[in-house]
């Protein structure tokens, strides 16, 4: 079975503008959270989504958004992008809301200049 | 607040040597704890989890952890390194219960392992 995608790998945008990073979860799983992965920390959460509803949220600002599709896959989409949102943005899958077991894609490197 | 502390953000040792990588947490409830791997430009691989079992909890690659309630710790160990070891490590917890599925990471310790 193929595990978590993430497209793109990596990605170069200018401050202000706008991005939107894609994940796939693994078949059978309903719950994908987004992760931001700054150089040299470790990830802190962004969102849950669960059966395409928000199910739990960070402390980021209104410029990050996200969805979840029928089909379960995610979009997070950030705004006005700032220097300080360059990182490795990291999705992960679980079967469940509750799902502590979470399985992580490659991540998209975003480079914001 | 629930959070993560690793110990050391850096450390080496030699091959063939003991891995101990210190992670300390804080949670309100019964915490379910992760050790996770990461290495060059790639995602985080799930080495092992403590999930209110057994407390010596033992993963991949020959690593395993021990869930110690009175001192906090989750600390990872290796009895022998090798050379393939050498990655980024992060600790987690879930502090929810159960509840929720998002993690609390620490800032991760970087191990090397000298020939």
């Known amino acids: 079975d193929a595990g978590v995608t993430q497209s793109p790998t990596h990605l170069i945008k200018t401050r202000g503008q706008h991005v939107t990073l894609r994940c796939s979860p693994i078949?059978?799983?309903?719950?994908v959270s987004w992760y931001q992965q700054v150089l040299g920390q470790g990830p802190q959460f962004i969102f849950q989504?669960?059966?395409?509803?928000?199910?739990g949220r960070g402390n980021f600002p209104d410029r990050f958004s996200a969805r979840q599709f029928p089909n379960y896959s995610s979009e997070l989409n950030v705004n006005a992008l700032l220097l300080g949102d360059s990182a490795l943005y990291l999705c992960?899958?679980?079967?469940?809301?509750?799902?502590?077991?979470?399985?992580f894609g490659p991540g998209t490197r975003l480079t914001v200049t | 607040a629930q959070s993560v502390t690793q110990l050391g953000s850096h450390v080496s040792v030699s091959e063939g040597a003991l891995v101990l990588l210190r992670c300390n947490y804080s949670?309100?409830?019964?915490?379910?704890l992760f050790w996770y791997v990461q290495y060059p430009n790639q995602g985080l691989q799930l080495l092992l989890k403590?999930?209110?079992?057994?407390?010596l909890v033992k993963g991949i690659n020959g690593f395993e952890a021990e869930f110690k309630k009175s001192e906090t710790s989750f600390h990872l160990t290796k009895p022998s390194a090798h050379m393939s070891d050498a990655a980024e490590y992060f600790c987690?917890?879930?502090?929810?219960?159960?509840?929720?599925?998002?993690?609390?990471f620490g800032k991760g310790t970087k191990l090397s392992v000298k020939p």
């Open positions: 987690a917890v879930n502090p929810w219960g159960g509840s929720q599925g998002n993690l609390i």
């Open positions: 403590y999930t209110s079992a057994a407390t």
């Open positions: 078949s059978g799983h309903k719950s």
């Open positions: 989504y669960y059966e395409k509803e928000e199910r």
């Open positions: 992960a899958s679980s079967s469940s809301q509750s799902s502590y077991e979470q399985y």
């Open positions: 949670s309100s409830v019964p915490p379910y």
